[in-house]
């Protein structure tokens, strides 16, 4: 991000301004830092230089790294003070009580810092902490990139003079940022202003809802290129099954002309010498036919083969269209879910099950001997556990281990996570159901919809479908409630 970008970044997060941090955990390189009272969320990317405010809730390692801990132990319960930018430069300083925390993208290497006073307790990357002028005057030219020059640059058709860069940023910046994501060579774009010359954009209501949609994918963006690489590989065998189906269809087509041999070489058998390779008879309608044997079989047991042959083929004939039909339809449903994954990276873990229905072999990486399985994400919404699962066979776990009187949540029709809502029973509130449905909806395909409908029952009500694939369950009592996807303004974890 450049420093008009964070400029547009840090009026979205400037509500949270006030709030406590929650939780914080870090994905590879990638801080999450959620508040409460307001609820909401910041991400710092380093690696991609991205600021923002987030609706992510990506899966979390079981034991934090050293940074994550350490900013645990100084931040966690401490109220967010106030965020200042260096002028429009990319640095930028959260202040907490004691501690400040800085985020510095000036370098080739963009790097987060936990600093006290003039003391770096911590960093992210290797660099130390260069010297930020925190009162710098702010020239709004000062933050403006390569990437917003070529846009700007577009926008009047020629290269802007100073006095018009400066004139076109605080136009951009005096309006309510929004989202937009253009999808590039050099793959996704997010921008808070249109940029026609990147071709047509997909919208957003906010600028950190187009940049989550690049985020995201760049945190499952792994496991979905793993998927990826198995949906294509089966993509390819069924085709080939496909071709090979159609040439056993087209030989099966013929049965009737092998009976028809079989029934001439044992009319004719008496012309037939043993050790015969070719020999020409007269046929049913009196013409001559010319025929061939297997000179190592005797002609009425090649008869008999033939027949086989003949039954065989014939009953393949009513078998192979189906499985020709059954092929393509499935070679039709890896498709899609092939552009699933291509754009929609982070539906990856809950694709398996599907997947693994059609014949994908999904890579598993090898189980680690006495290593603790790995929990659910898990919510405290009213006083109640609310647990989502992370992937196909989670899903299926959690179901297992229930309570047959817990409540069970989905989005309605689409892949996405299971969520279990521990009541065993006890009456929950509406806005406690409402919150978990919420966490449903955001878990699933639907996530980026307006409104979700999302599916609720009690365990005891599923069942498991022989041969279903994991994470698959039959619903046969159930309701509806429709409900926003959880993101900003969801339940705080």
């Known amino acids: 991000m450049e420093g008009v970008e964070l400029r547009a970044a840090l009026r979205e997060v400037e509500p949270l301004v006030g709030g406590r941090v929650a939780k914080v955990y870090q994905v590879g390189e990638v801080i999450f830092l959620r508040i409460f009272s307001p609820p909401g969320a910041l991400v710092i990317d380093p690696l991609d230089k991205a600021f923002h405010r987030t609706e992510l809730r990506p899966p979390t390692p079981d034991r934090p790294p050293a940074f994550a801990a350490l900013l645990r132990k100084y931040l966690r319960g401490r109220p967010l003070l106030s965020l200042e930018q260096a002028g429009y430069d990319r640095a930028l300083r959260l202040r907490f009580p004691e501690v400040d925390l800085v985020v510095d993208y000036r370098p080739r290497r963009g790097n987060v810092l936990l ?5 770096v307790l911590g960093t992210l990357g290797e660099a130390g902490l260069s010297p930020v002028d925190w009162g710098r005057p702010e020239d709004p030219a000062e933050g403006v990139g390569p990437g917003i020059k070529r846009a700007l640059e577009a926008r009047l058709g020629r290269t802007p003079t100073e006095k018009e860069l400066r004139e076109l940023v605080e136009e951009l910046l005096s309006a309510e940022p929004r989202g937009y994501l253009y999808r590039t060579p050099r793959g996704p774009v997010a921008s808070f202003f249109p940029r026609p010359e990147l071709g047509d954009g997909e919208e957003f209501p906010h600028y950190f809802q187009a940049l989550d949609r690049v985020r995201e994918e760049d945190l499952f963006l792994g496991e979905a290129r793993t998927l990826i690489r198995a949906v294509r590989d089966a993509i390819k065998r069924k085709r080939s099954a496909l071709r090979k189906v159609e040439e056993e269809l087209g030989e099966a087509r013929g049965w009737e002309e092998l009976k028809t041999k079989a029934d001439l070489i044992l009319t004719r058998l008496h012309e037939i010498p043993r050790g015969t390779r070719e020999i020409e008879v007269e046929g049913f309608d009196g013409e001559p036919v010319r025929i061939t044997l297997d000179p190592a079989i005797p002609p009425q047991e090649y008869a008999q083969r033939l027949y086989a042959r003949a039954r065989k083929l014939r009953r393949a004939q009513g078998e192979l269209p189906r499985r020709l ?12 879910l092939l552009r699933e994954l291509e754009g929609r990276p982070y539906l990856a873990p809950y694709l398996e099950g599907e997947l693994e229905a059609l014949g994908v072999r999904v890579p598993r ?9 790995p929990r659910p994400r898990e919510f405290t919404i009213g006083g109640y556990r609310v647990l989502v699962g992370r992937s196909a066979r989670e899903n299926e776990r959690l179901v297992r281990e229930a309570h047959p ?6 989005a309605r029709g689409v892949p996405g996570a299971h969520v279990i809502l521990k009541c065993a ?13 919420r966490l449903a909806a955001w878990h699933s395909k639907a996530r980026y919809d307006t409104k979700v409908a999302v599916t609720y029952t009690e365990v005891r009500h599923l069942r498991k479908p ?14 509806v409630i429709v409900v926003r996807p959880g993101g900003e303004d969801g339940p705080s974890a």
């Open 115 to 119: 600093v006290q006073g003039t003391r």
């Open 405 to 410: 009187r817990d409540l069970w949540l989905h």
């Open 466 to 479: 022989k041969g279903a694939p994991p994470g698959a369950f039959a619903v046969y009592k159930e309701q």
């Open 365 to 373: 990486p090898p189980a680690a001997p006495r290593e603790e399985k």
């Open 325 to 336: 039909k059954r092929l393509r339809e499935e070679l039709e449903e890896l498709g899609e």
């Open 425 to 437: 029973g006890r009456e929950v509130p509406q806005e406690v159901l409402e919150e978990a449905a």
